[in-house]
């Protein structure tokens, strides 16, 4: 953070008057004016110097877990294995006759590395700290750097939310918010994905003692459709065509939906504590009335008992059904279906059925399997899989290069399924740091990887870079931990009694009330100015997220990068584009603590394009700004932020 | 939502020349305009011959999406004899002999109106799927997005009557909407997310003035320049349409067409005061105003769980606000060029599950055809006594497309060349339901 002060010569001016101050959201730091300028001018002067350079040094935070972080020293076989990587693309460049993008400048990687390993552009600071640096590994450096920090689950946790449907509101009882901080735990441990994925799948026992079993939930009632899901996200597989009858387009039969779902149709979703031993409880569950509950707190009190009944109960008499007008010859109506894998055999060996499938499916000998993990980390490093539609693979699928694809899976094996190791190997490739391509391939059926494809931003990764213009810290703002609220809201069903019971509903009541909402501080002209995965989902349809695509979750990879007017009516007008401007935005203090105006254009274009202006836009930079001043300035922030370069990853 | 008095500031006929004009020469508009051969369909006036007998008389439609998959058993095609009929009534309609069920008691003596289709049939009981299906006639694969309908009709129509608004609208619709498909962005539709709030963030702050705004705009072409060069990417193009039409808004009158506080609150109470029956009554504005196309998705049909529960929610907001579209229509004398259409993505089972819900059925399912050249008081299609399949005029989601096409009179034979070279109908060889018409 040090080196950032060449950059930042503070030239005290009256607009600097309002601007310094501690705290983080511009709604507080409005408040708190008055107080800042009550202190000594000098004094203040001095320490806002210094105080505002660290403010907008960085929004690093370092990984929380120490188990997560990437090894140093595996530094050099991981360059070793990017640079097989890079053999293998150059081959398949010479083989099909296709010329390489240019390498990336330091000023582009710098912002693309941000925005797909943290999902946010980086800070005015970040950036000349990386460009002065003289080392030859600093690429590798910075890498492993964004590896090892909250960023990282940040993003990754995003990219999750999109393929599971991770939406933060529940019903009658239920809250998603365990679930999802398991998950960011998990990604923060960095917990090898064939192991996250087995959890998800044999999780067993009550939500509130192991949310992992949120996994399963999600499909409550609709478990069927739950088992088309997991087939679609862990194994690139379209089954749920086939439901309800033979799959119109592909092999699979109803028959082979149907004895693939058998596995998972071994186990209850809810158990209800009426059907329980404890009858203390059981009368609770019945009249809480007779044991002090108040008449208008009885439906929370059946939601605090209900939060207790979900979970994943196996149980072996539970058995799937052929559907009563099952229609097809090989098997009767009614009749207890079979359980059998798409290809490949099962084991058994005296596990549960449920354990037996996720061996199966998590096996490091099915290679749909491994294909679908490496497929989708090499396509969110360069927005198209090897393998297109990245999520309908078939037995007819090809990547463009067996040989690499083969590379991929042993890569990933070898490695264990370390998510992150992967990553950092596919990061550090030449192929990766190159310019992206501007041609989308046609149905990506010939794309041999020039270099990645040109991406919009992500929703979620527009938002977070606007408030990286205009928060001083947008990571303050943590929602808070759903930990202490587990703990309160878990009873023993089977031994607490229903006075027990009562006063923990009450207890846990009260301490529900805490999680509501974020905060007034952070909110500036009624949007709340917190990261994006600190907001609720599903986010109302005129939010910004949304706008920009975030999606409701409903459905699997829901989120488009698609644009609208309404996307350019926000940007051009709405609240969060006004906050750019305001004297405690991050941008302003940026431009007022310029050495002069040339400076101040720099620090412009840095801050919001990550790059120095080139000769005409400096011309056009500077003939506004000295025919306007501040308006100029004002005019010139405003128009960057609405240029498609900044939308864009290149 | 833009109030009276910047809409009169915004109004300033100086302005709106000014500003758009600056859009027209910048950010690439013109650029492309020139470059994309589709941009600018001039045929409007060339309109086919109606394909069907009494079709080609629906200049507008505003068609309801039932997102999760409306029962059919709980609305238009009960089963009272049955055991699977569930617990709400059924009831009589304007048609004799023809019963719907209880949640439509303002719908069924409208009957006389609407054509209802009781045989639809589609091939997947997995929603987005079926929706895309239902949305664009074509099966959703990953390696192209087809058009929907609303932006079919623009490509065969041109832009609609709304010199200042697109010619297709969606209200409160996911972002999974097909929108576009292969066909050029700017032919997207205008997503509202809330009919309540209309278009946001039309009016700049009041410290920039025309002259700013302008240089703003200038600036953006300047510093964006070299990107747009560098990346000549459809989806780095497609914004450019988007800039512009998010300016005409900015400087047009037309906004008034979004803002429901300028209806009468009795017309307002009458669609109903939820989302559903608002989105409504702003599609009648839009129709109003020159929007050819409005879709309104109305969420929450998915009732895995306690169908009678949810039908007692769903059911009469649904049965309001189709009921007073249709008195309103007719009170304007618009009906008769509005086709309205009531659909879903697919039925519901029969069979009531152990949680009281009803699961996905893509055997069979019911939707409403109204005004716009339909012959009202009709029923098309049969199922069998549990409403399971259907047995008698089956209807695919394609000749159900096909059949709002032919309202509109788009030619439906007519081959489009997709980017990719690959020949596309409007609704994939989709047979309209001709005997609807007249």
Redesign the interface.
């Known amino acids: 953070m040090s080196e950032g002060k060449a950059l930042s010569v503070h030239k005290p001016s009256a607009l600097l008057r309002f601007s310094f101050v501690v705290s983080v959201v511009l709604a507080v730091t409005v408040i708190d004016c008055g107080e800042a300028d009550a202190r000594p001018p000098e004094r203040s002067r001095s320490a806002r110097g210094a105080s505002a350079d660290l403010k907008i040094a960085s929004t690093f935070r370092p990984l929380k877990s120490r188990q997560g972080f990437v090894d140093v020293k595996a530094r050099e076989m991981a360059l070793a294995k990017a640079a097989r990587i890079d053999e293998l693309v150059d081959s398949m460049h010479r083989k099909h006759d296709v010329t390489a993008n240019e390498p990336l400048t330091d000023e582009q990687f710098v912002r693309r590395i941000y925005l797909d390993i943290c999902g946010v552009i980086p800070t005015l600071n970040e950036i000349a700290t990386f460009l002065r640096d003289r080392r030859d590994d600093k690429r590798a450096n910075l890498i492993d750097r964004l590896l090892n920090s909250e960023g990282y689950v940040e993003h990754a946790y995003n990219q999750w939310a999109n393929t599971l449907r991770i939406q933060t509101r529940g019903a009658g009882g239920y809250t998603p918010m365990f679930f999802i901080e398991w998950l960011e735990n998990q990604l923060r441990d960095n917990v090898p994905y064939d192991d996250l994925v087995r959890s998800m799948l044999t999780a067993e026992g009550r939500y509130v003692e192991n949310p992992a079993v949120g996994y399963l939930q999600r499909d409550r009632?609709?478990e069927l459709?739950g088992v088309?899901n997991t087939a679609r996200v862990f194994l690139s597989t379209r089954i749920?065509?086939a439901?309800?009858h033979d799959h119109?387009?592909d092999v699979w039969t109803q028959n082979d939906f149907l004895q693939f779902s058998a596995f998972s149709q071994t186990a209850y979703l809810f158990q209800s504590v009426r059907r329980g031993n404890n009858e203390s409880l059981k009368k609770a569950s019945y009249k809480a009335a007779d044991f002090g509950v108040d008449i208008r707190d009885r439906g929370n009190f059946g939601r605090f008992l209900k939060a207790n009944e979900y979970g994943v109960y196996s149980d072996d008499e539970l058995r799937l059904r052929y559907p009563?007008?099952y229609a097809y010859e090989d098997a009767k109506p009614r009749s207890i279906v079979r359980p059998a894998v798409l290809w490949d055999e099962y084991k058994r060996d005296g596990k549960t059925w449920r354990e037996a499938f996720a061996d199966w499916l998590t096996s490091e000998d099915n290679e749909r399997f491994n294909w679908t993990v490496v497929n989708r980390l090499w396509r969110q490093a360069f927005g198209v899989g090897l393998v297109?539609?990245?999520?309908?693979i078939s037995s007819e699928s090809e990547p463009p290069d067996p040989e690499l694809m083969d590379y991929l899976v042993d890569l990933i094996k070898e490695v264990d399924y370390d998510v992150k190791e992967f990553q950092r190997v596919i990061y550090n490739t030449d192929a990766y740091q190159r310019l992206?391509s501007?041609?989308?391939p046609?149905?990506?059926?010939s794309y041999y990887f020039p270099g990645p494809l040109?991406r919009?931003m992500t929703a979620e990764q527009v938002w977070d870079s606007f408030l990286t213009l205009t928060v001083v810290d947008p990571y303050e703002y943590q929602r808070p931990s759903y930990e202490p609220l587990r703990r309160a809201v878990t009873i023993d069903v089977d031994t607490v009694s229903a006075q027990e019971a009562v006063k923990r509903f009450q207890k846990h009541d009260e301490m529900r009330r805490g999680y509501d909402a974020v905060p007034r501080k952070y909110r500036y002209q009624g949007v709340e100015l917190v990261r994006s995965t600190e907001l609720r989902s599903p986010l109302?349809?005129?939010h910004f997220l949304?706008?920009f695509?975030?999606?409701?979750r409903?459905?699997i990879e829901?989120?488009?990068?698609?644009?609208?007017?309404?996307?350019?009516?926000?940007m051009?007008?709405?609240p969060v584009t006004?906050m750019l401007l305001e004297p405690h935005a991050v941008m302003y203090q940026t431009v007022v603590s310029a050495r002069d105006r040339d400076d101040v254009i720099d620090r412009i274009f840095l801050t919001i394009l990550s790059r120095t202006p080139?000769r005409?836009?400096r011309a056009?930079a500077t003939k506004?700004i000295d025919k306007?001043g501040n308006?100029g300035i004002g005019?010139?922030i405003?128009?960057?932020v609405?240029?498609?370069?900044f939308?864009?990853i290149? | 939502m833009i109030t009276r008095q910047e809409a009169g500031r915004l109004n300033d006929s100086s302005r709106r020349a000014f500003v758009t004009n600056a859009a027209k020469s910048c950010l690439g508009v013109s650029a492309l305009s020139a470059a994309d051969p589709l941009s600018s369909v001039t045929h409007a006036a060339e309109r086919a011959p109606a394909v069907v007998p009494g079709g080609g008389k629906a200049k507008a439609v505003i068609y309801v999406m039932n997102a999760g998959a409306m029962s059919q058993l709980d609305s238009f095609d009960p089963k009272p004899d049955s055991d699977v009929q569930g617990n709400a009534d059924v009831i009589g309609t304007a048609i004799p002999g023809v019963q719907v069920s209880g949640y439509f008691p303002e719908s069924a003596k409208r009957l006389d109106r609407v054509a209802v289709v009781r045989s639809l049939t589609t091939?997947?009981?997995?929603?987005?799927?079926a929706r895309y299906l239902m949305r664009t006639s074509y099966?959703e694969?990953?390696?192209?997005r087809h058009p929907s309908m609303g932006v079919w009709a623009e490509r065969f129509l041109g832009k609609g009557r709304a010199k200042d608004l697109?010619a297709s609208v969606t209200v409160?619709a996911?972002?999974?909407h097909p929108?576009a498909g292969f066909l050029p962005?700017s032919f997207?539709p205008?997503?509202?997310?809330?009919p309540d709030?209309g278009?946001?963030?039309?009016?700049?702050?009041e410290?920039v003035t025309d002259d700013?705004l302008r240089?703003?705009l200038t600036?953006?072409d300047?510093?964006?320049q070299?990107?747009?060069e560098?990346?000549?990417?459809?989806?780095?193009s497609?914004?450019s349409t988007?800039?512009d039409?998010?300016v005409k808004?900015?400087s047009g009158g037309d906004l008034a067409a979004f803002d429901l506080e300028k209806e009468p609150a009795a017309i307002r109470d009458a669609y109903g005061r939820n989302k559903l029956g608002q989105g409504l009554l702003l599609a009648r504005r839009l129709v109003q105003a020159g929007v050819r196309f409005i879709e309104v998705e109305n969420n929450g049909w998915d009732m895995?769980?306690d169908v009678d529960g949810r039908m007692r929610e769903k059911g009469p907001e649904l049965d309001q606000g189709f009921a007073a579209l249709l008195d309103d229509l007719q009170s304007q004398g618009m009906l008769d060029d509005t086709l309205v259409v009531v659909t879903t993505e697919f039925g519901r089972k029969p069979?009531i599950n152990d949680?009281a819900?009803r699961?996905?059925?893509?055997?069979a399912f019911s939707s409403l055809l109204a005004g716009g050249g339909i012959r009202g008081g009709q029923v098309f299609g049969e199922t069998d006594k549990e409403a399971?399949s259907v047995e008698d005029g089956l209807v695919t989601p394609q000749d159900f497309n096909a059949t709002i096409a032919a309202a509109l009179g788009l030619p439906l034979s007519e081959e489009i060349i997709s980017?990719?070279g690959r020949p596309f109908t409007v609704t994939d060889a989709g047979e309209p339901l001709s005997h609807l018409f007249g």
Request: one cysteine or more.
């Open positions: 009632g609709m459709i088309g749920e065509c439901q309800c119109p387009f009563k007008d297109e539609p990245y999520d309908d992206a501007s041609d989308p046609d149905a990506y059926e040109l919009r109302p349809p005129e949304s706008q695509g975030q999606g409701t409903d459905i829901g989120r488009n990068e698609d644009g609208s007017v309404p996307q350019i009516l926000t051009f007008n709405g006004h080139n005409f836009e056009v506004e306007y308006s005019n010139v405003w128009a960057l609405n240029t498609r370069e939308l864009f290149r | 091939t997947t009981g997995a929603h987005d799927q099966r694969i990953a390696s192209i697109p409160s996911a972002n999974r929108g962005t997207s205008l997503p509202v997310g809330d709030r278009v946001e963030n039309t009016s700049p702050p410290y700013s240089r703003r600036l953006i300047k510093f964006d070299g990107f747009r560098q990346f000549p990417h459809p989806s780095v497609a914004y988007f800039y039409e998010a808004l900015m895995h769980f069979g949680r819900g699961d996905h059925h893509p055997g399971r980017p990719s």
